[in-house]
């Protein structure tokens, strides 16, 4: 598993509020598109294909 | 000036006034497929049969974009000069999303310069050239307005049937070569179904001829305002002729889309009043093939054996490469130099191909059409990021150009040398003295040998050369020096740094043998 899902994020809570402060005010559609590019930017960084498919799995419920 | 479709030539068959000897192959489909396998045979000293139906070339560009192996192989024919002197070099490619150009690329740098990445000519002129020089060559006998009817084969050899404007006649050959195209005749008389999807997507494909300064360059949008929620292409031809590819969506009714009334104003739209229109065509897509390529004494090639998507060029040229996958191998079974069971690797191979082809243009087709949704959703914000970002304009799937398949081999390796030009690749081109590699390399199997010596008694010939930067650079990697076993068909079959006469002379074995 090369996967992390031990804690691993400083500061977990505000990274949660600012998610959802992102999200703020759009529409159902903006905010799918918002997430769509955050899925897709937030891939290019993890920039292992492995652990996306991991990542992929876990959210799957799998 | 639009293309001049002259009848093509018909003489009553010999077979019709007696039995004819046994072929040793006959072709079926004198498309680009058929034609340049009886030509590659012929350079490899069998004679051929070839069959068509038709009476003209088919009209309409159709296929239009041919890839650097593909001119290799033009090369290889004998055809090539005539191609480039009418084809349009390209390499470089343009994405533009609503009406902003969000990136372009340019392959240039991707060739030896011998050959463009890509050259465009219309498939009727490339049927042209290919029906001319397969004319002239004496061991193709071509036959128009020979329609194959029937197929029978036993363990040794397959009986045909063929009709003509005199009346039907029947043929023997040792094998038949179905390159009979996507509604194969040679297929559903076999009882063999294709396998895989229908897209409900319809494009329309157009040709119009205009003058214009367009450059030599492929222009793609996604969803464009003069071609609202869809995609649009834009592409140069030999003789002022530009293509236009529009999306046309799933509900599009194809009889409709395809009037003249309908089809002016959206042209308009991409480049103004002045042209002429001179082709259109709705075409749907399928990703499909047959689960074998390979029945007994029957082998079916290009469009007959899978159908993909045309969106990155891989219909025409992906027969091509089954064209010089096939034709090294049926000549050494059918001389005695190898064993029937070389063929199995033509099926192998090739279905690795076509499943990499399907795959790749399945991936383009939901980029460019995707479903409502989701898929919507996410090709959309790809293209938005694109805009900004560079990770992203990768991501962009307007068709990724065909490149060769790599074939999936065991084959002895040396992970010193560059991947580029490992076992099952398509062998580097590279400039050598005034000269080119490839032109070096065949018709048989070659030892390219590097900077060393051969082993000796090997019975094949050997190539060797002393690397310069170029040839380094793809062949050699950081390693001195390499010794490449290279197969008819321009693949490297095994290499190595250091090599052992043993390990050199397995390697020639299980090349003949077909060992994966
Ligand atoms: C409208 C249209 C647009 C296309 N656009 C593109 C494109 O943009 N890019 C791309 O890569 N590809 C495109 N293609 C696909 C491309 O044309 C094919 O991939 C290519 O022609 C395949 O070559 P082939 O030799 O296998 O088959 P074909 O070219 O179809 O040749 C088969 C030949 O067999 C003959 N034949 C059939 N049955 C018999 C019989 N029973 N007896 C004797 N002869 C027979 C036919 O007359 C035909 O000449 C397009 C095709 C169409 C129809």
């Not at chain 2, 689960?291 to 007994?296: L, N, T």
């Amino acid at each position: 598993m090369k996967l992390i899902t031990d804690p691993n994020l400083p500061d977990h809570d505000g990274f949660f509020a600012e998610l959802l402060a992102a999200h703020r005010g759009l529409s159902d559609a903006e905010s799918q598109a918002l997430n769509a590019r955050l899925i897709l930017i937030l891939a290019n960084h993890v920039g292992d294909r492995e652990t996306l498919t991991e990542a992929l799995d876990l959210a799957r419920g799998r | 000036m639009p293309y001049d479709y002259k009848p093509l030539p018909y003489s009553a068959p010999p077979g019709l006034s007696g039995p004819e000897p046994r072929h040793r192959v006959v072709v079926v489909g004198a498309g680009p497929v058929g034609l340049a396998m009886a030509l590659d045979l012929a350079r490899l000293g069998i004679a051929s049969v070839v069959l068509e139906d038709k009476s003209s070339v088919m009209v309409g560009s159709r296929a239009i974009v041919w890839s650097e192996r593909s001119l290799q192989l033009f090369a290889r024919l004998g055809i090539v000069d005539q191609v480039m002197a009418r084809a349009v070099p390209w390499s470089i490619g343009r994405i533009s999303h609503g009406d902003d150009e969000i990136f372009s690329f340019d392959m240039a740098g991707t060739t030896t310069g011998r050959f463009p990445p890509f050259a465009n000519l219309q498939q009727y002129h490339i049927e042209d050239i290919l029906i001319a020089r397969a004319l002239a060559e004496p061991l193709i006998d071509l036959r128009f307005r020979n329609r194959l009817t029937g197929v029978d084969q036993d363990g040794t050899g397959v009986e045909l049937s063929v009709k003509t404007p005199d009346g039907p006649y029947k043929l023997s050959a040792d094998y038949l070569l179905a390159c009979d195209g996507a509604r194969s005749l040679t297929r559903a008389l076999m009882d063999l179904d294709f396998e895989g999807e229908f897209y409900e997507e319809r494009f329309l494909v157009a040709d119009i001829e205009m003058e214009a300064d367009f450059p030599a360059e492929r222009w793609f949008w996604f969803d464009p305002s003069f071609h609202s929620g869809q995609s649009a292409m834009l592409m140069p031809q030999a003789d002022n002729v530009y293509r236009i590819d529009l999306q046309l969506g799933r509900l599009a009714n194809a009889g409709e889309e395809a009037r003249p009334e309908r089809v002016i104003p959206r042209i308009q739209a991409v480049v103004g009043p002045d042209f002429d229109l001179e082709w259109v065509s709705i075409y749907t897509f399928q990703s499909r093939r047959l689960a074998e390529f390979v029945h007994g004494r029957v082998i079916f090639l290009g469009d007959a054996a899978h159908l993909v998507p045309p969106f990155s060029a891989r219909g025409a040229n992906g027969g091509l490469r089954d064209v010089e996958n096939l034709g090294w191998k049926l000549a050494a079974v059918l001389e005695g130099r190898a064993d029937e069971r070389l063929l199995d690797s033509y099926n192998r191979e090739r279905v690795q191909a076509a499943d990499e082809n399907l795959r790749d243009s399945a991936r383009a087709a939901s980029f460019i059409s995707p479903a409502p949704g989701v898929e919507r959703l996410f090709r959309d914000q790809v293209l938005t990021l694109a805009r900004e970002t560079a990770f992203a304009r990768e991501w962009v799937n307007a068709g990724r150009l065909a490149v060769p398949c790599i074939y999936a081999t065991g084959a002895p390796d040396d992970p010193r040398l560059p991947d580029e030009a490992r076992p099952g690749a398509a062998a580097p081109e590279a400039r050598i003295g005034n000269g080119w590699l490839l032109d070096q390399i065949g018709p048989g199997p070659t030892l390219l040998a590097i900077n060393c010596t051969a082993p000796d008694g090997l019975q094949i010939p050997t190539l060797s050369v002393r690397a310069d930067p170029a040839l380094r650079a793809r062949y050699l990697g950081d390693a001195e020096r390499a010794l490449y076993l290279i197969r008819p068909d321009l693949v490297v079959a095994a290499r190595w740094v250091t090599a052992e006469p043993r390990a050199v002379s397995a390697a020639i074995r299980a090349m003949w043998e077909g060992r994966e």
